[in-house]
């Protein structure tokens, strides 16, 4: 019997990660700060949780568990305020957006601690070029195979995902052309893309076993898949979002996956099968590169249609599920970025085109996750 | 076959003009700097004050005082640009957003006045020669720090800190030089006009100046956009305009050019500038400033003054000690981190020329005295200073990788 026990939990409970840039103030590059950072919001009581990440210029922020929405999103904005409060003090500007539009990756320094100094041997520069910053979204199952339904069930949204939540367009002080560079860094790694087609617990377990057995991974954490379950928490966790420019986006993206899981837990509406992946990095692609625009081609009915279209359509069967989870008015959101506001990316493409700086769009973004503009 | 058919040559011994002096000593500088660096792993700025004070007229003479002067331009011109730079990196809203920097920064340079005022009243100095030790021993040395930063390419709350309190000693020490030139009028006159006329004059002209300049500079890279490159170009010339009207009003330098540089931050709210960094093409500037420092050191008088110097440097580390570590925690940061800081402030020398030099202009027996009491308290912390600060950054973790 394989170690990775899949402990329950309650279906459809959700948690928040966000990986968020710390700043400085004088030119908006990506600076040194975490430790303070951290020690800081510490010292008082606070929501979440706040931990160090790969690098000193990133923070991790997370979330307790949650059942709707609302609550997700005041606990998001409590633990916003509590680091923008201390960010304030130590003069540092704390950021959301899947990349840093012009930092160098060679400046980077990697976070002193055991894992991520072997992170950074092991990768090399592979390992500072991961100076991205991600949400992921978990989501509560309860059990294995349910979970791992799930998992391939979610696949056919993953486009969804990254369109809507994509934040990347500038990288290393030049407009991409994507909307979600930061996938691009990720596709790097050897255990990147999608988890294998298992549909049985003990088969996932036994699959594990094997790829340990190869000495290939030690744990869940060595998989960098797209969805990839987390057997300890009960949890499957989308790991495609760009970190938004606002928490109230992250939380509405969150419930967004939520109702989408809901729908499909209830619904059952399609088979698990290999025909699914044979689409997957096609429609993944035209995610990243073009955003709402990108074509996404659907794996059973074989039609060809825009992502913007497919969020739309699936905002209409999600509905009643929305009233069920009270998500009805983050589906709203969702429903007016993809009908007339456009993801972040756009937003910060007409902030570049206004000003011309990319140091400006930073502030603009650092101003845009404080909540006070 | 007579000799003047070779005329062309060169007549011997050949006569090199001071330019070839200067180009020694540069050279000198660059490769014992870069020395310093490779076999000593201290700061290169170690390298460049040792050759200028073993070429300076003080030990050889190699370099002699007259070339010295034809670098004081240069000299002006890497001092103007260095307290521009510190004063742009200086956030004034930082003050706001963390009142307990301001009460650390009023603090530590009051401790370190008065511990200094102290040691100099123990050594029965007189009183306006212990308090103009006092005031510009409250300085921290823009140069070395801002160099020290560069070098390093450090970056952190150790940094910012540093750079924000060293910018606030200059200012305090300036003042205060100020305030020391009213007292000396009234010494001197016996009326109470000059005595307040002068400190005014220094402190609100400067400034008025710098705001006016930094209008100025803000107005011009509004036309211009956010170019770089032009903007650079743009900078430096108001820079050297800042230096040469301070210098000719009788303003004090220091102060204009630091608020120059804080002001043209503070009230560019729309962001016209870009970041802005003289970094590596500033590099030849900061060899020639800290050569000519070290030129300017004087090596005499030791066994006297020895018990002094050590004793200033001593009761300055204390006083500003004691203000970091008692506000560390209040002002956000950890004793360790604190301590840290104070070690960086430690270097105060080029700032303590200058500011003799203005006294020199002024009141030549005092700055003479003064000079007396200060130069080896200079002279120690023009080569411990920059180890300090290089210290403080590495061990906070705060350097940049290589070099």
């Known amino acids: ?373 | 076959m007579t000799l003047d058919q070779f005329g062309f040559l060169p007549g011997w011994p050949v006569a090199f003009g001071q330019l070839a002096w200067i180009g020694v000593l540069l050279l000198a500088s660059i490769l014992a700097g870069e020395a310093a660096r490779k076999w000593l792993r201290l700061p290169r700025i170690v390298g460049y004050l040792a050759v200028g004070a073993a070429l300076g007229p003080e030990l050889t003479g190699v370099v002699a005082a007259a070339t010295l002067a034809e670098l004081r331009l240069l000299v002006d011109i890497a001092v103007g640009l260095l307290l521009f730079e510190l004063g742009q990196r200086v956030d004034l809203g930082w003050l706001r957003r963390n009142p307990w920097l301001v009460a650390t920064s009023v603090l530590e340079a009051g401790l370190s006045f008065f511990a200094v005022l102290a040691v100099m009243m123990l050594l029965d100095a007189r009183a306006i020669v212990a308090t103009a030790v006092a005031v510009v021993a409250m300085a921290t040395s823009p140069a070395v720090v801002m160099t020290m930063v560069k070098e390093l390419r450090a970056q952190g709350q150790i940094t910012e800190r540093l750079l924000l309190l060293t910018a606030l000693n200059v200012v305090y020490a300036a003042v205060g030089l100020a305030v020391l030139f009213g007292w000396l009028n009234f010494e001197r006159h016996g009326t109470w006009l000059p005595m307040l006329a002068h400190p005014l004059y220094l402190i609100l002209g400067s400034t008025a100046l710098a705001a006016a300049l930094a209008l100025a500079a803000l107005g011009l890279l509004r036309l211009l956009g956010r170019r770089p490159g032009f903007q650079f170009s743009v900078l430096v010339a108001m820079v050297l305009l800042a230096v040469a009207i301070a210098s000719a009003l009788g303003l004090s330098v220091l102060l204009t050019l630091l608020s120059f540089g804080v002001l043209s931050r503070a009230f560019d709210r729309a962001r016209h500038f870009v970041s802005l960094r003289f970094g590596e093409s500033a590099m030849l500037l900061v060899v020639i400033l800290f050569a000519v420092a070290g030129a300017s050191l004087e090596f005499t008088g030791w066994g006297v003054a020895l018990g002094t110097g050590l004793a200033i440097v001593a009761a300055r580390f204390v006083g500003k000690a004691a203000a970091l570590l008692l506000l560390a925690r209040p002002s956000a940061l950890s004793v360790r981190k604190a301590s840290l800081v104070n070690l960086g402030l430690m270097p105060m020398s080029g700032v303590a020329l200058l500011m003799l030099q203005d006294l020199l202009r002024f009141d030549p027996k005092l700055a003479a005295e003064l000079s007396a009491s200060l130069m080896l308290a200079i002279t120690i912390l023009a080569f411990l200073g920059p180890l300090a600060t290089e210290f403080a950054l590495r061990r906070g973790g705060e350097a940049g990788e290589g070099r």
């Open chain 1, 1 to 373: 019997m394989s170690e990775l026990a899949f402990k329950p939990s309650q279906p459809l409970t959700l948690g928040v990660e966000l990986e968020l840039q710390i700043l400085n103030r004088r030119d908006c590059d990506l600076t040194r700060g975490a430790t303070e950072l951290i020690a800081l919001v510490e010292r008082r009581a606070h929501p979440g949780e706040v931990k160090p990440e790969i690098t000193e210029s990133m923070v991790e922020v997370s979330t307790g568990i949650h059942e709707r929405h609302g609550p997700l999103l005041a606990e998001l904005r409590s633990i916003r305020d509590a680091l923008v409060a201390a960010a304030d003090r130590l003069n540092l500007l704390v950021a959301g957006g899947g990349a840093h539009p012009f930092q160098h990756w060679s400046e980077q320094q990697i976070f002193d601690r055991p894992r991520f100094k072997m992170l950074s041997q092991l990768y090399g520069y592979l390992a500072k070029q991961f100076t991205i910053f991600g949400q992921h979204v978990h989501i509560g199952c309860a059990e294995g195979d349910s979970a791992l339904y799930l998992l391939h069930g979610m696949s056919r949204y993953v486009p969804h995902f990254i369109a809507l939540a994509a934040s990347s367009p500038y990288h290393q002080g030049v407009d991409t052309a994507f909307d979600s560079a930061r996938l691009n860094a990720v596709f790097a790694f050897p255990l990147s893309g999608r988890a294998p087609l298992v549909e049985r617990w003990d088969d996932f377990a036994a699959y594990f076993d094997k790829m340990a057995g190869y000495r290939i991974v030690e744990s869940m954490k060595d998989f960098y898949w797209d969805i990839r379950p987390k057997p300890e928490c009960g949890t499957i966790e989308i790991r495609v979002f760009d970190t938004p420019l606002t928490v109230e986006k992250a939380a509405a993206l969150a419930a967004y996956a939520q109702t989408i899981a809901r729908y499909l837990l209830v619904e059952r509406p399609r088979p698990v099968g290999e025909d699914m992946y044979l689409v997957y990095n096609y429609n993944r692609f035209q995610a990243c590169r073009f955003g709402l625009e990108g074509n996404l081609i659907d794996p059973w009915s074989q039609s060809h249609r825009s992502i913007r279209e497919d969020v739309l359509e699936t905002l209409g069967v999600l509905a009643t599920h929305a009233r069920e989870l009270e998500s009805a008015e983050a589906l709203a959101e969702v429903e007016r970025w993809t009908r007339r506001d456009g993801n972040d990316a756009s937003w910060m493409r007409s902030v570049y085109a206004a000003s011309e700086s990319l140091e400006e769009l930073v502030w603009q973004q650092a101003r845009r996750w404080s909540g006070r503009s």
